[in-house]
């Protein structure tokens, strides 16, 4: 397993951005990456996802617009630029790996697909 580990997340007002990193322990260039977010007392939700190539992303609906997803494998890192952050957006943000250069059959909405996971960062959308 990849080793992630998260940072970015910070206290900040309705409207405004931030940008989430995530740093792997060790090559992700064969990886498919996303991010996910955890609420208090909700479920833990899919919001974003890259693969290998950063040829295809995928978002929630929820965040569609809003927020981008990308990658510098020569980092191997994954990012998250959020902008027009709203309170729903309050939640701990992780980043998730699955080592696939395939897109075809890959659940990438389903979290039992990713095989490794960071511990998270918290953002908080103050009104």
């Known amino acids: 397993q990849v080793q992630l580990v998260e940072s970015g997340g910070e206290l900040v007002q309705v409207g405004g951005s931030l940008r989430l990193s995530c740093a792997a322990s060790?090559?992700?260039?064969?990886?498919?990456l996303a991010w996910w977010r955890q609420a208090p007392g909700k479920e833990r939700e899919f919001v974003a996802v890259?693969?290998?190539?950063?040829?295809?992303?995928d978002y929630a609906d929820s965040v569609k617009g809003r927020f981008t997803i990308s990658r510098d494998n020569a980092k191997n890192t994954v990012f998250l630029q959020m902008d027009s952050l709203k309170p729903d957006d309050t939640a701990v943000y992780s980043c998730?790996?699955?080592?696939?250069?395939?897109?075809?059959?890959?659940?990438?909405?389903?979290?039992?697909?990713?095989?490794?996971w960071g511990r998270g960062t918290q953002v908080i959308v103050s009104s």
């Open positions: 998730a790996a699955h080592r696939t250069t395939f897109w075809e059959g890959f659940n990438s909405a389903d979290g039992q697909a990713y095989e490794s």
């Open positions: 890259i693969n290998w190539r950063g040829s295809i992303r």
């Open positions: 060790e090559r992700i260039s064969e990886h498919a």
